[in-house]
């Protein structure tokens, strides 16, 4: 992307990342015991804990174990894009699917795979930009959740 662009509290791709007034919509219509929040960190750390301290909280059985081992939407930046645009495009996806046998779909698929390469790094001084901008609505949610989340202010 272009290093120049002005991140804002305005600008629609940061708007996204408020929480607190949309999280706090939930708090004032239920009681506290009724909401379950977890961070991304607590899945990364320990998906399977994760996954049975959520089944615990709603009630179902907590001996289901989930395959977290399989990545379903690693960050990538296609290597040329037009060729992305063609090979995710929905009819050409159903196309394959239905002229090529079922075992060879896998095989599209990695070869959709090879137009990927992993996405850059993000910068560091475009973190801080964001971190400042969210600061405050970071340390609002801290409060409605009653968690701490000192570890985002850290470097990455």
């Known amino acids: 992307g272009d290093p120049h662009v002005e991140l804002t509290p305005q600008s629609s791709h940061v708007k996204e990342g408020f929480y607190y007034t949309r999280m706090k919509r939930y708090f004032d219509a239920f009681e506290k015991e009724q909401i379950k ?3 991304f960190e607590e899945f990364t750390r320990s998906p399977a804990d994760l ?3 959520l089944c615990g909280f709603l009630d179902v059985d907590t ?3 989930p395959d977290t081992t399989v990545q379903h939407n690693p960050a990538n930046v296609p290597k040329y ?3 992305n645009r063609v090979l995710y495009h929905p009819r050409v ?3 394959v699917k239905s002229v090529l046998p079922a075992r060879l779909h896998a095989t599209a698929k990695r070869l959709r795979r090879r137009n ?3 996405a850059p790094t993000f910068p560091a001084d475009l973190r801080s930009q964001l971190l400042d901008l969210y600061r405050e609505d970071i340390l609002r949610r801290e409060e409605l959740i009653d968690r ?3 570890s985002w202010f850290e470097p990455a």
């Open 37 to 39: 929040i977890y961070v």
């Open 63 to 65: 001996g289901f174990v």
């Open 116 to 118: 990927l390469s992993p």
């Open 51 to 53: 996954v049975r301290d």
């Open 148 to 150: 701490d989340l000192s």
């Open 81 to 83: 894009a037009v060729l």
């Open 93 to 95: 996806i159903r196309g």
